[in-house]
């Protein structure tokens, strides 16, 4: 069973950076496909950014520019960088691990960009 644990939310002011991350276990980590999604309160889960097990990348389009999603397959485990946050980031983050057809998600990290 996957287990996905991220860290690295919280309250930052806009102009910001955070770095969030997410271990995963349970799974071959250097095959899978990674991603970041984030859930502002009453929108829908949103993708943010995706890796690809060959590292290649993509990004919602708020994203380009600000943020850069990285694996380090050595320790099982993906970034998300976030600079020059803004109010409309504040959500709960997502990690997201693809495989085989199947997806898992971890718990989620609150991120809150506010003066």
């Known amino acids: 069973q996957v287990q996905l644990v991220e860290s690295g939310g919280g309250l930052v002011q806009p102009g910001g950076s955070l770095r969030l991350s997410c271990v995963a276990s349970g799974t071959i980590f250097s095959i899978s496909t990674m991603g970041w999604y984030r859930q502002a309160p009453g929108k829908e889960r949103e993708l943010v950014a995706r890796i690809r097990n060959g590292g290649s990348t993509n990004y919602a389009d708020s994203a380009k520019g600000r943020f850069i999603i990285s694996r380090d397959n050595a320790k099982n485990t993906v970034y998300l960088q976030m600079n020059s946050l803004k109010p409309e980031d504040t959500a709960v983050y997502y990690c997201?691990?693809?495989?085989?057809?199947?997806?898992?998600w971890g718990q989620g990290t609150q991120v809150t960009v506010s003066s």
């Open positions: 997201n691990h693809y495989l085989g057809g199947f997806d898992s």
